[in-house]
T-cell receptor, first 114, second 110 residues
Framework: GAVVSQHPSRVICKSGTSVKIECRSL??????MFWYRQFPKKSLMLMAT?????????EQGVEKDKFLINHASLTLSTLTVTSAHPEDSSFYIC??????????FGPGTRLTVT | EDQVTQSPEALRLQEGESSSLNCSYT??????LFWYRQDPGKGPEFLFT???AGEEKEKERLKATLTKKESFLHITAPKPEDSATYLC???????????FGKGTKLSVKP
């Protein structure tokens, strides 16, 4: 149990375009989902906390207008990187809160902006 | 300030050579300490949750223990397939977000 999926696993886009990443909890409902970013050989950096039916809470330094988060249902959260630039290239990982303080992570999405 | 420190940064073992990974933490109001395994290019895989000092959990060759200041991940007779980065995280404080350490990269040579 406690499986989280992400789609796509890899995406390449041109500078200036927008990219949407989906995060789904497959076998449980998640009121809260989280979006992380990970740079090579670095630990995970929390970007935002996504709560179903309400606005996301962004960490300091994360541009909310650039990284749009929507948590429309208890099993789906989306992260849209708007007007992407090469510096947005990274590994994006989502997680879902199972309800007992445990977070289960998705497999990640590798974004490359050319 | 809530903080998680993992040591060593990297650990190389021979197959069968047991060892331990350390996770030291400072957090107000600990709501859980978590161990994850992360393989290159993949998301973290949940291993254990520990909630209170003295608690221990085991899974195959791994055993996690918790004190009021640190946690250990013991690896008994490791195999090459145990090679990965092991991440420690705590949840606590006013916001309750996960706070991650930088990880220990484990390499097990046959």
């Amino acid at each position: 149990g406690a499986v989280v999926s992400q789609h796509p696993s890899r995406v390449i886009c041109k500078s200036g375009t927008s990219v949407k990443i989906e995060c789904r909890s497959l076998d449980f409902q998640a009121t809260t989902m989280f979006w992380y970013r990970q740079f090579p050989k670095k630990s995970l950096m929390l970007m935002a906390t996504s709560n179903e039916g309400s606005k996301a809470t962004y960490e300091q330094g994360v541009e909310k207008d650039k990284f749009l988060i929507n948590h429309a249902s208890l099993t789906l959260s989306t992260l849209t990187v708007t007007s992407a630039h090469p510096e947005d290239s990274s590994f994006y990982i989502c997680s879902a809160d199972s309800g007992n303080y445990e977070q289960y992570f998705g497999p990640g999405t590798r974004l490359t902006v050319t | 300030e809530d903080q998680v420190t993992q040591s060593p940064e990297a650990l190389r073992l021979q197959e069968g050579e047991s060892s331990s990974l350390n996770c030291s933490y400072t957090v107000s109001g600990l709501r859980g300490l978590f161990w994850y395994r992360q393989d290159p290019g993949k998301g973290p895989e949940f291993l254990f949750t520990l909630y209170s000092a003295g608690e221990e959990k085991e899974k195959e060759r791994l055993k996690a223990t918790l004190t009021k200041k640190e946690s250990f991940l013991h690896i008994t007779a490791p195999k090459p397939e145990d090679s990965a980065t092991y991440l420690c995280a705590v949840r606590g404080g006013s916001q309750g977000n996960l706070i991650f350490g930088k990880g220990t990269k484990l390499s097990v040579k046959p």
